[in-house]
């Protein structure tokens, strides 16, 4: 066998790749070799060559009569385990995240998933503050009651009546952020392999923190009213996920909104499988009308609900919320105090003095008409260069759209990074690498003429 066998050097990355995901631990016995080549359809003589190799490099130990195991001292860095199928690295979900994190200030962001700084309530953040410095030593220096702020968790309350969620201020446990939510959820309801179901196209971010949880991802391709209802039927019967995390107020990245029909019938098939809904509701203010939710219909009972004030407050400011039936969220709890211990009283003091303070509803106003302008000078600029939106959303921030001429997008990020414009390609919102002519546009991000002119000779390269 040549030392440089491709072969034997493939089965050598899928169990390192293992075991530094932690889907084979330290101590995790190994297929057999009869197995191992089976499961990836190479020759036992692969297998016995790419195990002796690993047992040589301290990687894995044999037993004789019992096998292969990953050695006690191959512990690695935890890495997020991949998800779906290999993807370039500017289509990598983390790496979108980071480079959006990262971006110079200098860099327009039209891919990017936030409000510019000055669209944000700023000033009432500003007020909020200096009433802060001015109060209650508490606020500012001992640890947060468990659940967080009562006062906090009361206009909560209001806030979900208005989308027709019923809970009580004990159903809801504030956290420090809508992603630090999802994260606890996932704690709480998932184990390394299990199933997700996650609508394709997604929030990225959906991909990398589920894959920090090791499980695997199924992507159910979205409507204009909700998931494609037999293909979620379908995944059902399929993979017997666990829990579906979506969107159901305004869907990132499309700005879709579900319709009644389609929510009823979602919540029959995930009661028929036991599924448990994680509706991740941050876009919830951006709404006049609030489109349904599935945690009004269903009653908090295999709904869960997260958001957060990351989009419309401040993103600095990190406080999000989970409401869930009182025994999931006493067991999110006792995961909270146990990996958080007390959570972030100042920035909850923060966030309840700005949004009661009479000014935050106007502020959302005039967001949602600026925003409502943009867009529509944003379907202008793109319809000149043949770029049509999949759907036209009435409220948010995105625009789901299609490129021209079947036009990879990905390739046009790539050149339009170089000129200082950070774009979202499609892909990278969707599990199976379905969006490949998709790109999502930030409309608030889109007002430099400079994008649409680097954009046009993206799209003009051969
Ligand atoms: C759909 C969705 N959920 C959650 C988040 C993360 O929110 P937070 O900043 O509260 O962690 C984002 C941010 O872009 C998002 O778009």
């Known amino acids: 066998m040549s030392g440089n066998s491709p072969r034997v050097q493939r089965v050598i990355d899928d169990i390192e790749s293992r075991i530094a995901c932690r889907t084979a631990p330290p101590g995790s016995r190994l297929p057999s070799v009869r197995a191992q080549a089976k499961a990836l359809a190479v020759s036992a003589s692969t297998v016995v ?10 990687r894995l130990v044999s037993r004789p009569g019992a096998g292969f195991y990953v050695a006690a001292t191959a512990v690695a860095p935890l890495k997020l385990a991949p998800q779906g199928p290999p993807r370039a690295p500017d289509l990598d979900p983390l790496w979108l995240s980071r480079q959006a994190l990262e971006a110079d200030p200098a860099l327009l962001k039209p891919g990017c998933g936030w409000l510019p700084p000055d669209w944000l309530y700023q000033i009432g953040v500003r007020r909020a503050l200096r009433g802060l410095a001015r109060g209650n030593g508490a606020e500012l220096a001992d640890y947060a009651p468990p659940q967080g ?16 969620v019923e809970a009580a201020a004990e159903q809801l446990l504030l956290t420090d952020s809508g992603t630090h939510a999802l994260d606890l959820i996932a704690r709480v309801f998932l184990s390394p392999g299990d199933v997700v179901l996650v609508d394709d196209p997604c929030y990225f971010n959906f991909h990398t923190l589920l894959s920090a949880h090791r499980v695997t991802l199924i992507g159910v391709p979205f409507t204009p ?9 379908a995944a059902l019967q399929a993979h017997q996920p666990k829990l579906y995390l979506t969107n159901s107020g305004l869907h990132n990245p499309t700005g879709a909104r579900w319709s ?23 876009f919830h203010d951006f709404e006049l009308s609030p489109a349904p939710r599935l945690a009004a219909y269903d009653g908090l009972q295999r709904v869960i609900q997260t958001g957060s004030f990351s989009k419309t407050l401040s993103a600095s400011v990190r406080c999000g919320y989970i409401a869930a039936r009182p025994e999931w969220l006493q067991q999110l709890l006792e995961v909270h105090i146990a990996t958080g211990f007390g959570g972030n009283r100042l920035a909850a003091a923060l966030v309840l003095a700005a949004i009661t303070d009479g000014g935050y509803a106007r502020h959302m106003e005039q967001v ?17 260069l043949g770029i049509t939106p999949w759907l036209r959303p009435d409220a948010g921030m995105f625009l789901w759209c299609r490129l021209p001429h079947g036009r990879d997008a990905a390739a046009v990020a790539r050149r339009s990074l170089e000129q200082g414009v950070v774009l979202a390609p499609g892909n990278a919102f969707s599990p199976a690498l ?18 649409f002119a680097v954009l046009r000779n993206a799209l003009r390269a051969p």
Do not use: K, T
């Not at 060559?49 to 301290?58: D, I, K, N």
């Not at 925003?371 to 793109?382: D, F």
């Open 49 to 58: 060559e790419a195990y002796a190799r690993l047992v040589a490099q301290g």
């Open 149 to 164: 702020s009562a006062a906090l968790r009361q206009v909560l309350v209001r806030r979900l009546a208005h989308s027709g």
């Open 225 to 233: 009213q909700g998931p494609d209802l037999p293909a979620f039927e």
């Open 260 to 282: 009644p029909a389609v929510a009823h019938r979602v919540l029959l098939l995930a009661e028929q499988a036991g599924l448990v809904i994680v509706e991740d509701d941050i």
């Open 368 to 384: 949602r008409q600026r925003l409502a302008q943009r867009r529509e000078q944003c379907l202008v600029r793109l319809a000149a």
């Open 434 to 451: 379905r969006a490949a002519e998709f790109m999502r546009f930030n409309v608030s991000q889109c007002d430099d003429e400079r994008v």
